[in-house]
T-cell receptor, first 113, second 114 residues
Framework: SQQGEEDPQALSIQEGENATMNCSYK?????LQWYRQNSGRGLVHLIL?????REKHSGRLRVTLDTSKKSSSLLITASRAADTASYFC?????????????FGQGTILTVHP | NAGVTQTPKFRVLKTGQSMTLLCAQD?????MYWYRQDPGMGLRLIHY???????AKGEVPDGYNVSRLKKQNFLLGLESAAPSQTSVYFC?????????????FGSGTRLTVV
């Protein structure tokens, strides 16, 4: 079963615009992570936000977490063509889950030059 | 800094054949995981290991076996391949469950069962 549901499934924007992707989940979490996957490649960890954090920044990335709504968003500012990829949220329930992550289905982002 | 290395990268099997996928990491990570990725379904956990000599079932373990005899290696076996096991398989590792760096993924093995 998928814990995370991502929205939209696909997003197409022009270079320089901002891209926002949303993730909703069902059960309580210890932390939530975002990953990027370029076509035909493995996933790359972008950012981790803990359940007691509301916002986190890393370069052009901004992640928010609302545990009351069980939702998170990933904002990429000033998008570049190189940001074209699939983006996945993943939840970590903590405790005895042993670091297992449950992934959403992903958002396909296309940034046009 | 090799990170996580998966072999082979591509493989075609006939139904009923067996094979082993190898995952090797050189980061001294304790935790290792095998996922499969299918179109429109994200990644689903097959098996995982919390340390050398340990393994446990994930969300979709049927038809697969694993072993972790050495800390750096995590093997995924298919004893009798079925077309439903056509997928892209990813191995991942993590230093600790509290690591801020999440998973380190391998580049994947694309398996086709005909």
């Amino acid at each position: 079963s998928q814990q995370g549901e991502e929205d939209p499934q696909a997003l197409s924007i022009q270079e320089g615009e901002n891209a926002t992707m949303n993730c909703s989940y069902k059960t309580s979490i210890n932390n939530l992570q975002w990953y990027r996957q370029n076509s035909g490649r493995g996933l790359v960890h972008l950012i981790l936000i803990r359940s007691n954090e509301r916002e986190k920044h890393s370069g052009r990335l901004r992640v928010t977490l609302d545990t009351s709504k069980k939702s998170s968003s990933l904002l990429i500012t000033a998008s570049r063509a190189a940001d074209t990829a699939s983006y996945f949220c993943a939840t970590d329930a903590g405790g005895t889950s042993y670091g297992k992550l449950t992934f959403g289905q992903g958002t396909i982002l296309t940034v046009h030059p | 800094n090799a990170g996580v290395t998966q072999t082979p990268k591509f493989r075609v099997l006939k139904t009923g054949q067996s094979m082993t996928l190898l995952c090797a990491q050189d980061m001294n990570h304790e935790y290792m995981y095998w996922y499969r990725q299918d179109p429109g379904m994200g990644l689903r956990l097959i098996h995982y290991s919390v340390g050398e000599g340990t393994t446990a079932k994930g969300e979709v373990p049927d038809g697969y076996n694993v072993s972790r005899l050495k800390k750096q290696n995590f093997l995924l076996g298919l004893e009798s391949a079925a077309p439903s096991q056509t997928s892209v398989y990813f191995c991942a590792s993590r230093l600790t469950v509290d690591s801020l760096y999440g998973y380190t993924f391998g580049s994947g093995t694309r398996l086709t069962v005909v």
